[in-house]
């Protein structure tokens, strides 16, 4: 692989491309959709009740599937029923009357999310749709069930995560299932919109973590590591988001359960292809902060490469949108160094096309 030099994060061509400028824009407005998604989400029309649910379920793929991520890693602690993201075509069986199930696809055509949904359906559950169009709306529209319209202007789903996080915490809001998290949303687009200006393409790179990151990790491995709770679904973020805008391998592991394996993988030498982000978060339990420290000194043998990222703000939501902010960067200078294009995808959009026949 050759590496551009790093300066070409400095220039203007690069980072003004047609794909590359796209992306960071997008990155860009992930404070702004967190609010835009939030809002679309609380006022959505014919919301089912509330009342007596056992589960909640959240669908989706890729892109989408996050959301259901994001929403376990906010919730999962704090709801009386538990939150299950599923990723795939089937329901598990608890799934019935009592459960709120929540489809999410930007695309609206995403085959597993859309058999996910049909199942739920027939299984009697009370379903809620999160769509920008696509097949997922005209079903939702058809079946009576309440549906998220989002804003169809962005090209790909990744580029939508804040549209498509925020709508099913409104949702949830709406249904009396979660206290109102709007304090917490318009801190983390504040935040964001900070964050922005701090790692955006115009900050040179002396003095832009993102850039400096993109830039020791060049044409090694990205091995992400993230502190469990928020920091493990950012450390899955940016494992997709290398492999999307950068076009390279990347792998995640989360801790403490890294200990557990992961540790004894690091053989003497073993470190030197990769490049390890720890991904860590002031919520994250104090044992497994002291886990950080002991885990990497007992695998000091395989020489890996670490930088840590600590997520920004005070609460959950913006230490998860401030690491994935971070990653989403990271990701994006990572294929202009790499001389990719960070928008395209075709392998992965040539393989739907296919399936689809
Ligand atoms: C593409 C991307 C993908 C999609 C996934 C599901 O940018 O991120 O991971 O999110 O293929 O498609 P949607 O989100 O339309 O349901």
Redesign the pocket.
Known sequence: MRLADPSALDDHRALGADGAATMLNLVRSTGRQLQEGYRAGRSAPGLPSGGLLRSIVVC??????VAGDILRALYAERLPVPIVPIKGYGLPEFCGRETLLVA???????EE?LSAYTEAIARGCRVVTV?AG?ELARLARGDDVAHVRLPAHVP?????LGF?ASAPMGVLESMELIPSPADEIERTAFLLEDLATALGPERPGGENEAKSLAAWIGHRIPVVWGSEGVADVAAMRWK?QVN?NAKGPAFVSVLPELDHNEVEGWSAGSGTPFATIVLRHGGEHPKVGRRVVASLEAIAPAALDTREVLGKGFGPLESLFSLVMMGDFVSIYLGVLRGVDPLA?PV?SGL?ERLRE
């Open positions: 989706g793929m890729g892109g989408s599937g999410v696809s930007y695309s609206g055509n995403t999310t769509s696509g790909v789903p990744r580029g939508a498509l997709t999307e995808i992965l739907k």
